[in-house]
Each structure stands twice: as C-alpha cells, then as structure tokens.
Nanobody, 124 residues
C-alpha cells in the first residue's frame, strides 16, 4: 500500500536551514506528484510546494518561494524539502502527500495520501 514517511524535523534558530525527507513506498514515484504541506498550531493546513517526479515540474506557494526547494531522488524513492532562511512563522507540522499525476493539483484537497508529519520549530 501507499506509504509516506516524513523525517528531518527539529528545532532550528531563526535564519537557519533544515532538510526534510519523505520516504515513499507502495507506488511508482514517476506516476505521482508529491507535495509538502504544513499546519501551524491553531491554523488550517496549507500548501508549501509540490513536484511532479515524472518531469520535475515544481510549484511553490508564495510564503516559501525563493527560500524552499523541493526535489526528488527517484532511485531512493524519496522527496526532499530544503528549507533555508527559516522564520518563526515557518513553525508547523510538515506533511508530505501524494496524488496520481492524472489528478494533480497542488492543494490540500487535491492529495490522496498523507504521511503522519514531522514537527519543525523555529526559534526567534
């Protein structure tokens, strides 16, 4: 079955960097789009970034554009989120999610499968 397992979260100071990983299994990564989403305490889940593993097309939400980079290592079936210039408002549980390319929309409601999340905390 489809499984998504996030890792790499932790506590980082303002301006620091962190790399999240999403290990995927149970499906062919080339046939799916993978997204990163986040949910801060008391707020709704929101989009961060998505990537089509088939052709490498990426999408970033405005809040992270220029600071975060999404990438894939298809040999390892893993998707990464490199996060730089981190701010306290980036504090959230970060989730990776997957959807077949034929249905791909980079949105919370557009994803079919979800991981359990990894906590990222940015101290000011």
């Amino acid at each position: 079955q489809v499984q998504l397992v996030e890792s790499g979260g932790g506590l980082v100071q303002f301006g620091g960097s962190l790399r999240l990983s999403c290990a995927t299994s149970g499906f062919t990564l080339d046939d799916y789009a993978i997204g990163w989403f986040r949910q801060a305490p008391g707020k709704e889940r929101e989009g961060v970034s998505c990537i089509s593993s088939f052709d490498g097309r990426t999408f970033y939400y405005d809040s992270v554009e220029g600071r975060f980079t999404i990438s894939t290592d298809n040999a390892k079936n893993t998707v990464y989120l490199q996060m730089n210039s981190l701010k306290p408002e980036d504090t959230a549980v970060y989730y990776c999610a997957a959807v077949p390319l034929r249905k791909y929309v980079c949105s919370v409601g557009g994803m079919d499968y979800w991981g359990k999340g990894t906590l990222v905390t940015i101290s000011s």
